[in-house]
Nanobody
Framework: QVQLVESGGGLVQPGGSLRLSCAASGSISGINTMGWYRQAPGKQRELVAAIGSGGLTNYADSVKGRFTISRDNAKNTVYLQMNNLKFGDTAAYYC??????????WGQGTQVTVSS
């Protein structure tokens, strides 16, 4: 069984920063992609950023230059540094692990609210 535990969400003013963390535990193969998705009320869940086990990254256009995804393979942990946050970044953020041998796993979500 694989578990993903997210942390780091909260309330922040526009222009502020937050750092999300997601720690994966359980039986995980070494070939995987970890990523962050978000879902705002009334909208579909969308990819924010993803990073492969080799370090290759992918970002949504809306967050390029503001968000940085990174990972610590030894800890099976992925991070999302979010800078210059905007009202439109308000959403529930979900961590996803795509294990190429075992399938997809999701975290429970953490709320990010950007408000003045």
């Amino acid at each position: 069984q694989v578990q993903l535990v997210e942390s780091g969400g909260g309330l922040v003013q526009p222009g502020g920063s937050l750092r999300l963390s997601c720690a994966a535990s359980g039986s995980i193969s070494g070939i995987n992609t970890m990523g962050w998705y978000r879902q705002a009320p009334g909208k579909q869940r969308e990819l924010v950023a993803a990073i492969g086990s080799g370090g290759l990254t992918n970002y949504a256009d809306s967050v390029k230059g503001r968000f940085t995804i990174s990972r610590d393979n030894a800890k099976n942990t992925v991070y999302l540094q979010m800078n210059n946050l905007k009202f439109g970044d308000t959403a529930a953020y979900y961590c996803k692990l795509h294990d190429y041998l075992r399938g997809d796993y999701w975290g429970q979500g953490t709320q990010v609210t950007v408000s003045s």
